[in-house]
């Protein structure tokens, strides 16, 4: 039983650390264009209208769901705290299935950062 709810919790933090990679570059303007699968307007076409849409400055602090996107930015970038992000959650076709995206603001446009697939049923 002990065995088996470390692996669980070893599964898990390996899945929530898949979704993001080192956006450090991205940060200084280099940011290449996303994957058209991570557009908002794919995504609402796909799920529909998302169930939560939320801004914030990236900070030193944060909490355990925002690891993905906060650690993408260096100690520096986040000390700042001027940098702002855009987050939007849709329910994906699952029903205990929810799909999470944080995007830059660039101009006219959301720049996708990275994503995170998490359970309905996870408590964070």
């Given at each position: 039983m002990v065995r088996s709810a470390t692996w669980i919790s070893s599964l898990m933090s390996t899945l929530f650390f898949i979704?993001?990679?080192n956006h450090t570059e991205q940060i200084s303007g280099k940011m290449d264009s996303p994957s058209a699968s991570f557009r908002i307007e794919v995504l609402s076409s796909l799920y529909?209208?998302?169930?939560?849409?939320?801004?914030?400055l990236i900070t030193e602090e944060y909490d355990e769901f925002r690891t993905l996107v906060l650690e993408s930015?260096?100690?520096?970038?986040?000390?700042?705290r001027s940098v702002e992000v855009w987050e939007y959650t849709w329910q994906t076709n699952r029903i205990d299935s929810m799909l999470t995206v944080w995007y830059?603001?660039?101009?006219?446009?959301l720049k996708y950062i990275c994503?995170?697939?998490?359970s309905t049923y996870n408590l964070y």
């Open positions: 979704g993001c990679q529909g209208t998302p169930k939560e849409k939320q801004q914030y930015f260096p100690d520096s970038i986040r000390s700042l830059l603001p660039e101009e006219d446009s994503h995170f697939k998490h």
